[in-house]
């Protein structure tokens, strides 16, 4: 069992063979000429600016591609009919119709047309011109995720960067896009005023999570990372003679193609090492780079795993894009090329010269094609081909997509079969080793039917930063999203395996959207008949006073009563809390509908209404803060117009952090945190009734995810609020109580000596009083 891991550049060799048979055969498709007979080319014709033709094919539709020569065309159905040139609307008053760059991004098309970008959209047929491009841009660049439904992925599709090639990269205007080119704002590169020489490209690596500017200086270049920790340092230098156009493999797997006329070169890792192409005969090098060799490169075309090449000599060169450096093959001359031939790749193994053809009855075009079937040419005993070593690799992982949260591990599975007596080595790699760290794991699995030996590969993956074994230098920062691929290959896979293609998944090491937090509720207020289940889903209110609540969530009374809506398709029914016991939710973490773990990590919470007759048990002092802890009026402040809910994952800063610099003045006012390595609960004041809460996982390290919901509780138990004030009700009860011990204490008094004395008084004062009193009723 052999299993390597490594990132390294690769070396491509070019192979002079012989060839007796015709390369191709020529066809011309002349087709739908009747839906463009008397049509009239609206606008300016469209042109491109390079002596040498271009083809821009659409890296996830297949069917759609641009061409760009003396006039531009765009296809949706692989040039299978004729075409009318691509022409820009004279509204837009381009001036000169001049193509210098262009990019699908998406569903629509970017041109930079007469130093200005444009938009396309095909489907819809309109033109639009980009905002926010104030100085001259020659040329874009961007990339495209083909995996649809994911987010992350879109925002790959989304951006785009505009330049202009050549100029000052301490002076130039560089503008970024996230909206497929259809407002851009300029962009700032890291210590970009400090670099000296000229702008040779900027581009988005999204397989390395990285910003690439590619700095060229005394036919010198090298690129210039946007992030940690390829920031600390360039890219290995490499030869710069002429302009190169800079074509990106599909696929985010990091690969580069550097070519001019007369050079060459290869990156299989964002640009961070750069190797020239070598012409090689047989076993020997001939030469280390084509200039050497002489050759002049006409075109390059390019797949997720394949190159081919064809020079101005009539030539054309194939091989493989690999992980480990492999021989690139010399087909046999034939009189293929024309000044406005291209390649192209329709399929794996399959590649096609086109030509357009004018025709002077039509405006139309024609289109000549000279299909290539690649591994049926690499069957020509002639060129000494060896076979395939392996007749089966695949995995369930091919081309797909996937999420790897912080502390979270992906399994991935493959099968490798190969010929008997063979000893294939397989290859696993990550385009981004800063991020994703892998194991890999191969044993042998049993026997198919001929004999061969079954091996099976376990590969495993997490996070860089929780694998244990990178230095830390070398990872990158953990708060970063970040993306990378994994390739499982044959490392001394021969060039007839044409069909046999390496098995790359893209990986997102970032928020699994699958995940989600849930507030356990095993005791609710409907459960113990305090709230009715029916009336709370007849659209419940009630009422919260104005002096339990501020709707500036600033602590102040308000001016009048809240009504509130009970919703409880979101909410259910509260969870039954009582006001005399300190209390904080059970956070729950689910994915797919199914349970994970319950959180104990840091979260804050704050009522939605305002609500403020609650506080915390501990207070940063108690706590244990070594600087001053965060609250919700400093988050809301800072966050300004982002409303009072913006405390989050990213703007959390913890108080036992050591890094952290802020002084700890007020150590008495309340610890708002609950969970982490505090025991921190919620206090309720004096007041039942329901409590609707915001609840959000601050905690950077836990997940990429903004973690958050909103729940609410039942707060019950409190005494009713005093009507009477305290002096009165100590009053009415000691008058009480005398007038019970007055009715015992009077009848004992009457049965002694005083008690008849007093009792003697009473009558006699009665019987004075008896005759005004006949006399002042005989008057009424």
């Known amino acids: 069992m052999l299993v390597f891991v490594m990132v390294a550049a690769t070396t491509l060799r070019l192979c002079p063979l012989a060839r007796a048979q015709p390369l191709c055969r020529m066809q011309t498709v002349r087709t739908g000429k009747i839906f463009h007979d008397g049509q009239k080319i609206q606008g300016d014709l469209l042109y491109f600016s390079s002596a040498t033709t271009r083809l821009i094919k659409h890296p996830c539709k297949k069917n759609i591609a641009l061409y760009l020569g003396r006039q531009a065309f765009l296809t949706r159905d692989s040039f299978e009919s004729s075409l009318l040139p691509l022409s820009i609307p004279a509204a837009l008053q381009v001036s000169t119709p001049e193509v210098t760059s262009a990019h699908f991004a998406g569903s629509v098309l970017l041109l930079v047309v007469n130093q200005g970008v444009y938009i396309y959209d095909y489907e819809a047929n309109s033109w639009n011109a980009s905002k926010g491009i104030e100085h001259p841009v020659s040329h874009i660049s961007g990339d495209n995720c083909c995996y649809s439904g994911n987010s992350f992925c879109a925002d790959v599709s989304n951006s785009v960067f505009a330049y202009l090639l050549g100029d000052q990269i301490s002076q130039t205007n560089i503008y970024f896009s996230n909206t497929r080119g259809y407002v851009f704002q300029k962009y700032a590169h890291e210590r970009q005023a400090e670099l000296v020489g000229s702008l040779g490209g900027i581009f988005y690596f999204h397989s390395l999570s990285q910003v690439g500017l590619l700095l060229v200086n005394q036919q010198k270049a090298m690129f210039s990372y946007s992030d940690y920790p390829l920031n600390l340092d360039f890219g290995l230098p490499f030869d710069y003679n002429g302009t190169l156009d800079i074509l990106i493999a599909p696929g985010q797997k990091g690969i580069l193609i550097f070519w001019c006329e007369k050079s060459l070169l290869v990156s299989q890792n964002a640009g961070q090492l750069v190797n020239p192409v070598q012409v090689r005969e047989g076993q020997h090098i001939l030469y280390s780079s084509i200039s050497e060799a002489n050759i002049s490169v006409h075109s390059v075309a390019a797949n997720e795993n394949e190159l081919a090449v064809?020079?101005?000599?009539?030539?054309?060169?194939?091989?493989?894009?690999?992980?480990?450096?492999?021989?690139?093959?010399?087909?046999?001359?034939?009189?293929?090329?024309?000044?406005?031939?291209?390649?192209?790749?329709?399929?794996?193994?399959?590649?096609?010269?086109?030509?357009?053809?004018?025709?002077?009855?039509?405006?139309a075009f024609d289109f000549q094609k000279c299909p290539v079937n690649i591994q049926a040419t690499l069957m020509d005993p002639q060129l000494q081909v060896d076979v395939c070593k392996v007749e089966l690799l695949q995995g369930e992982f091919d081309n797909r997509m996937y999420t790897i949260d912080m502390n979270s591990e992906l399994q991935l599975r493959a099968l490798m079969i190969p010929r008997t007596g063979t000893s294939p080595v397989s290859l696993v790699m990550v385009s981004n080793p800063h991020s994703l760290g892998l194991q890999a794991l191969i044993y042998e699995d049993g026997y198919t039917l001929n004999g061969n030996t079954k091996h099976r590969l376990n590969i495993s993956l997490r996070q860089q930063h929780h694998g244990g074994r990178a230095d830390p230098n070398f990872t990158s920062s953990i708060k970063r999203p970040t993306m990378s691929t994994v390739t499982l290959d044959i490392a001394n896979k021969e060039i007839s395996c044409v069909d046999l293609k390496p098995l790359t998944a893209l990986i997102s090491v970032g928020c699994d959207l699958e995940k989600k937090i849930i507030i356990q509720n095993e005791i609710s207020a409907c459960y113990n008949g305090l709230l009715d289940l029916v009336t709370l889903q007849d659209n419940y209110s009630y009422v919260i006073e104005k002096d339990t609540y501020d709707p500036n969530f600033q602590g102040q009374k308000a001016t009048e009563d809240l009504l509130v809506h009970y919703q409880y398709e979101k909410l259910g029914c509260p969870v039954l809390v009582f006001y005399d016991t300190p209390w904080k939710p059970v956070v729950e973490l689910w994915r797919e509908g199914k349970f994970q773990e319950v959180v104990e990590t840091e979260y804050v919470l704050l009522e939605v209404n305002g609500l403020f007759t609650y506080t915390y048990s501990l207070t940063a002092a108690m706590a244990l803060c070594s600087s001053q802890p965060q609250n919700w009026t400093t988050i809301s402040k800072a966050a300004g117009g982002k409303g009072p809910f913006a405390w989050n994952r990213e703007n959390y800063v913890s108080c036992h952090n050591p890094d952290n610099s802020t002084p700890l003045r007020w150590p008495q006012v309340p610890y708002q945190i609950l969970g982490g390595p505090t025991e921190n609960k919620v206090v309720f004041e004096k007041r039942n009734g329901i409590y609707t809460f915001f609840i959000s996982i601050v905690d950077p390290y836990y997940?990429?995810?903004?973690l958050e919901t909103i729940f609410s509780v039942y707060v019950s138990g409190a005494y009713p609020k005093q009507i009477i004030p305290e002096v009165l009700i100590f009053i009415l009860t000691a008058a009480n109580l005398m007038s019970v011990w007055l009715a015992y204490k009077i009848p004992k008094l009457l049965h002694t000596e005083q008690g008849l004395k007093v009792k003697g008084?009473?009558?006699?004062?009665?019987?004075?009083?008896?005759?005004?009193c006949a006399c002042f009723r005989g008057r009424r």
């Open 310 to 363: 064809l020079t101005q000599e009539s030539y054309l060169y194939y091989g493989s894009l690999g992980i480990l450096p492999s021989s690139l093959i010399k087909f046999a001359g034939q009189n293929i090329r024309s000044e406005e031939a291209v390649l192209v790749f329709t399929d794996v193994g399959m590649l096609e010269i086109l030509s357009p053809l004018p025709d002077p009855l039509f405006p």
């Open 761 to 772: 008084f009473c009558s006699n004062l009665c019987r004075r009083c008896r005759k005004p």
């Open 703 to 706: 997940s990429y995810c903004h």
